[in-house]
């Protein structure tokens, strides 16, 4: 937009092939989303793109679309908290079935 003489079209070829190579190394991927909501749709879209579910964390607007997503109301620190917890709490019952 501003600046546009200093493009390098090879550094933006490489910065769009970046989320496709680290995509094709995860097996089950998850987004989080803190605090952006409906008026920042460029997390949304990236977890659709890689075809990830979408954890939108958010003080106001938890609302999710797709099934697959989750939508959880909160102060983003207390939330990843109470998140953690649970994935420790899961990895703990795991550990007591072996």
């Known amino acids: 937009m501003f600046g546009d003489e200093s493009w390098v079209p090879t550094r933006t070829a490489q910065q769009q092939a970046n989320p496709r ?3 094709r190394e995860i097996e089950r991927p ?7 909501g409906q008026a920042v ?3 949304r879209l990236f977890a659709e793109t890689f075809g990830a579910p979408l ?9 999710v679309t797709r099934q697959e997503d989750v939508g ?12 953690d917890a ?3 709490s ?3 019952l795991i550990e007591a079935t072996r």
């Open 72 to 83: 959880i109301r909160g102060g983003a620190l207390d939330v990843l908290h109470q998140i």
């Open 55 to 63: 954890i939108r964390i958010n003080l106001e607007d938890e609302r």
């Open 86 to 88: 649970a994935l420790a």
């Open 30 to 36: 998850v987004v989080i989303e803190i605090g952006a």
């Open 90 to 92: 899961d990895a703990r």
């Open 41 to 43: 749709p460029s997390i």
């Open 21 to 23: 190579e680290w995509a």
